[in-house]
């Protein structure tokens, strides 16, 4: 069992930049595929990026690579996501999600734990 907290949403200006991070709790963290998903208003969740167990390798969505950076910290069960130069259609709600099993990690419903979610509003 897992519980994901993300924190560090918030209102930024367009190419401004902001951290997520995601705190889990439980035994699994460090074998886990940690994946960030968002969800804009009217639109389905979207896969951002995810991470391996061991950090390596890491996987992106082709409109956030080179601007975003996922990375994780096994032994402080955490796992960031670095947003740089931020656009409007970046805006979204972002969620932490955990799986268990290695393998497909773009798609949502392989997951097995999200967190509530963060607010990320990028104004122009």
């Known amino acids: 069992q897992l519980q994901l907290v993300e924190s560090g949403g918030g209102l930024v200006q367009a190419g401004g930049s902001l951290r997520l991070s995601c705190a889990a709790s439980g035994r699994t963290f460090s074998s886990a595929t940690m994946g960030w998903f968002r969800q804009a208003p009217g639109k389905e969740r979207e896969f951002v990026a995810a991470?391996?167990?061991?950090?390596?390798?890491?996987y992106y969505v082709g409109s956030v690579k080179g601007r975003f950076t996922i990375s994780r910290d096994n032994a402080k069960n955490t796992v960031s996501l670095q947003m740089n130069s931020l656009k409007v259609e970046d805006t979204a709600v972002y969620y932490c999600?955990?799986?268990?099993?290695?393998?497909?990690?773009?798609?949502?419903?392989?997951?097995?734990?999200w967190g509530q979610g963060t607010q990320v509003t990028v104004s122009s």
């Open positions: 999600a955990a799986r268990r099993l290695r393998g497909e990690v773009r798609t949502g419903s392989l997951y097995d734990y």
């Open positions: 991470s391996s167990w061991s950090g390596a390798p890491t």
